[in-house]
């Protein structure tokens, strides 16, 4: 892998590794840029030889800090709380801190965004105490790259005709993973309620797909990194695309403090503390902030200046605002044989009726 | 009866657990309890209790998982489990154990005068001692430190010849292929 100098000015720095850093690392390199990416977290074990492993009890408390997939609370602790009057609160929040982020321990969704979610805000007007607003860009400008990355990256799922179902120019590139008991059980009770269940669509191969091997089904998705490359994540899809131009350089273990700027405001590179903790100022032209909901705000209000006093990009002072995060709600139930939940992937099935096609249309109080 | 058996305790505990996979794999759990009991009569090193401390330990992790028709705490060595956990990466609830088995020596002379050690008391009056302690932080530590043990695989000590695994018929296997579960042609057309 080609190494530059700190002091080499490269085109573009990305911050973070993830589902964006992956891709713009990838897509930059191979636009013939030169480019470092650096990703807080280490090198996973697609860097080493031996494959990741199920046990749950190392996965949770793994032995070396190098082990570790997820952010740990403890080296990088987040607080919340709703509004500046609060006091704020020790939370749990974890990402994805590998090469390859979120995108190496998530369970793999990868739906697209409905047509009528890039103008929300049109549809339902203003809500008072929100930063609601439109994307903007449209589904219709989106739609050609949503099929790029589909088939780049690998997706398992089924295209489905219908108004609840994001139109697609092409179908998934492989097909939808086998429906477990629970998916086949809600199916059918959902059914009873004039319901749709369709199968998850996943960043989970289902047959072998541009030389990874197919899903076996281990059960170990969500928290685990994939010991068959099966899940598509970046550190398996478009990191070593990235790395093979000979253009683009990944440092893991480089935990990013400010992204700096001259007099004039412009970038100037990332100052970032490397794996000895010792404070390092990488050169660039540009950078790209793709480090997760959470870590890109606060990387934004970090990086203060006597030009940008509250920060980067936030001249409208939202930046670390309204964040939402996935909300997260189950129910369990005793059947009278063997589900054998442990198999397979973790969402299996998903009901499309809560997800309204034009929200002026339907009620959000029927979601669940 | 009065004390729940573990049947009850992994169906309240457990979702999705099936009685009937219990039912219908009870000759190969007996097996497995007779080998895990044989197993389980021979002292192991220890590396952070004292022998008298694990006795009192393995008497509480008999009674949050108690050998009844399968294999419990005892025989799945959770005790060893939790011994090894806390020279690693449970270090830091060495003090809760510590303090925790000093107090229940001390509750356990309050309460029975006449008996000398936790582990030396009868199954009731063990029963009666943790029902007293089962909120404090060393009887909830030792609780959610059993289950581990008792699920956790067998490469942390606990969980001897699998004994929590095929309790709860989790196949230890690197791949599956569907069907999965029993119900997953359920939404087949053809069904």
Redesign the interface.
């Given at each position: 892998m080609i190494q530059y100098k700190p002091t080499t000015e490269v085109d573009f720095v990305v911050i973070g590794s993830g589902a964006a850093g992956g891709i713009m690392a990838k897509e930059l390199a191979i636009a013939g840029f030169s480019v470092v990416v650096l990703e807080q977290g280490g090198p996973g074990a697609y860097g080493h030889e031996q494959d990741y492993n199920?046990?749950?009890?190392?996965n949770m408390?793994p032995?070396k800090p190098a082990d570790r997939l997820m952010s740990d609370p403890v080296r990088q602790p987040n607080t919340f709380r709703r509004n500046d009057k609060e006091e704020a609160v020790r939370g749990t929040s974890r990402y994805g801190c590998v090469l390859g982020g979120g995108t190496v321990t998530y369970g793999g969704s990868s739906w697209r965004h409905l047509p009528y979610e890039f103008n929300e805000a049109t549809h339902e007007g203003a809500i008072a105490g929100t930063g609601f607003a439109d994307w903007p860009v449209t589904y219709e400008e989106m739609e050609p790259y949503y099929t790029k990355a589909e088939w780049e990256i690998g997706i398992s799922g089924l295209r489905v005709d219908s108004p609840l179902f994001a139109p697609m120019s092409k179908p998934y590139p492989v097909p939808p993973l086998?429906?477990?008991?629970?998916?086949?059980?809600l199916?059918?009770a959902a059914?009873k309620l004039g319901l749709t269940?369709v199968p998850n669509v996943a960043a989970i191969i289902s047959q072998p797909y541009q030389g990874r091997s197919a899903c076996?089904?281990?059960?170990m998705c969500s928290g685990f990194g994939c010991?068959v490359k099966a899940r598509s994540s970046s550190a398996v899809t478009m990191i070593p695309i990235a790395e093979k131009t000979g253009r683009c350089e990944i440092r893991t273990y480089s935990y990013v403090r400010e992204i700096s700027v001259d007099n004039n405001g412009r970038v100037t590179g990332a100052i970032y503390f490397d794996a000895q903790y010792r404070e390092v100022f990488q050169k660039s032209k540009a950078v790209v902030l793709s480090a997760n909901g959470l870590e890109s705000p606060r990387l934004l209000l970090l990086s203060k200046s006597a030009r940008y006093p509250d920060g980067l990009a936030n001249a409208n002072g939202v930046v670390g605002k309204y964040l939402m995060s996935g909300n997260v709600v189950d129910a369990?139930?005793?059947?009278?044989?063997?589900?054998?939940?442990?198999?397979?992937i973790v969402s299996g099935a998903a009901i499309l009726d809560y997800v309204p096609s034009d929200r002026s249309e339907a009620s959000m109080a029927a979601g669940a | 009866m009065n004390q729940p058996s573990r049947r009850s305790f992994l169906?309240g505990s457990t979702?999705?657990?099936?009685s009937?996979?219990l039912a219908s794999n009870w000759s190969g759990i007996l097996d497995a309890k007779a080998h895990a009991q044989q197993a389980a009569r021979q002292p192991l090193p220890l590396a952070f209790f004292t022998k008298e401390q694990a006795t009192d330990v393995d008497a509480m992790t008999s009674q949050i998982i108690p050998t009844d028709d399968t294999p419990g705490a005892h025989e799945a060595r959770c005790v060893y489990f939790i011994d090894r956990a806390l020279t690693?990466?449970?270090r830091d609830s060495q003090p809760v154990y510590t303090q925790g088995l000093k107090d229940l020596q001390a509750r356990t002379k309050e309460l029975f005068p006449s008996a000398s050690k936790f582990s030396g008391l009868t199954s009731a009056q063990q029963i009666q001692l943790l029902t007293a302690i089962e909120n404090t932080p060393f009887f909830t530590t030792v609780r959610t430190h059993t289950i581990?043990g008792m699920f956790?695989?067998p490469?942390?000590g606990g969980n001897y010849s699998k004994a929590g695994w095929k309790l709860i018929?989790?196949?230890d296997t690197?791949?599956?292929?569907?069907?999965?579960?029993?119900?997953?042609?359920?939404?087949?057309p053809s069904r």
């Amino acid at each position: 892998m080609i190494q530059y100098k700190p002091t080499t000015e490269v085109d573009f720095v990305v911050i973070g590794s993830g589902a964006a850093g992956g891709i713009m690392a990838k897509e930059l390199a191979i636009a013939g840029f030169s480019v470092v990416v650096l990703e807080q977290g280490g090198p996973g074990a697609y860097g080493h030889e031996q494959d990741y492993n199920k046990d749950e009890l190392l996965n949770m408390y793994p032995p070396k800090p190098a082990d570790r997939l997820m952010s740990d609370p403890v080296r990088q602790p987040n607080t919340f709380r709703r509004n500046d009057k609060e006091e704020a609160v020790r939370g749990t929040s974890r990402y994805g801190c590998v090469l390859g982020g979120g995108t190496v321990t998530y369970g793999g969704s990868s739906w697209r965004h409905l047509p009528y979610e890039f103008n929300e805000a049109t549809h339902e007007g203003a809500i008072a105490g929100t930063g609601f607003a439109d994307w903007p860009v449209t589904y219709e400008e989106m739609e050609p790259y949503y099929t790029k990355a589909e088939w780049e990256i690998g997706i398992s799922g089924l295209r489905v005709d219908s108004p609840l179902f994001a139109p697609m120019s092409k179908p998934y590139p492989v097909p939808p993973l086998p429906m477990k008991s629970s998916g086949a059980l809600l199916k059918v009770a959902a059914a009873k309620l004039g319901l749709t269940v369709v199968p998850n669509v996943a960043a989970i191969i289902s047959q072998p797909y541009q030389g990874r091997s197919a899903c076996i089904g281990c059960g170990m998705c969500s928290g685990f990194g994939c010991q068959v490359k099966a899940r598509s994540s970046s550190a398996v899809t478009m990191i070593p695309i990235a790395e093979k131009t000979g253009r683009c350089e990944i440092r893991t273990y480089s935990y990013v403090r400010e992204i700096s700027v001259d007099n004039n405001g412009r970038v100037t590179g990332a100052i970032y503390f490397d794996a000895q903790y010792r404070e390092v100022f990488q050169k660039s032209k540009a950078v790209v902030l793709s480090a997760n909901g959470l870590e890109s705000p606060r990387l934004l209000l970090l990086s203060k200046s006597a030009r940008y006093p509250d920060g980067l990009a936030n001249a409208n002072g939202v930046v670390g605002k309204y964040l939402m995060s996935g909300n997260v709600v189950d129910a369990s139930g005793l059947f009278e044989h063997p589900l054998n939940e442990f198999k397979g992937i973790v969402s299996g099935a998903a009901i499309l009726d809560y997800v309204p096609s034009d929200r002026s249309e339907a009620s959000m109080a029927a979601g669940a | 009866m009065n004390q729940p058996s573990r049947r009850s305790f992994l169906i309240g505990s457990t979702s999705g657990l099936s009685s009937i996979w219990l039912a219908s794999n009870w000759s190969g759990i007996l097996d497995a309890k007779a080998h895990a009991q044989q197993a389980a009569r021979q002292p192991l090193p220890l590396a952070f209790f004292t022998k008298e401390q694990a006795t009192d330990v393995d008497a509480m992790t008999s009674q949050i998982i108690p050998t009844d028709d399968t294999p419990g705490a005892h025989e799945a060595r959770c005790v060893y489990f939790i011994d090894r956990a806390l020279t690693t990466f449970l270090r830091d609830s060495q003090p809760v154990y510590t303090q925790g088995l000093k107090d229940l020596q001390a509750r356990t002379k309050e309460l029975f005068p006449s008996a000398s050690k936790f582990s030396g008391l009868t199954s009731a009056q063990q029963i009666q001692l943790l029902t007293a302690i089962e909120n404090t932080p060393f009887f909830t530590t030792v609780r959610t430190h059993t289950i581990t043990g008792m699920f956790a695989s067998p490469a942390h000590g606990g969980n001897y010849s699998k004994a929590g695994w095929k309790l709860i018929g989790f196949e230890d296997t690197l791949d599956f292929k569907p069907p999965f579960g029993y119900y997953d042609a359920v939404s087949k057309p053809s069904r």
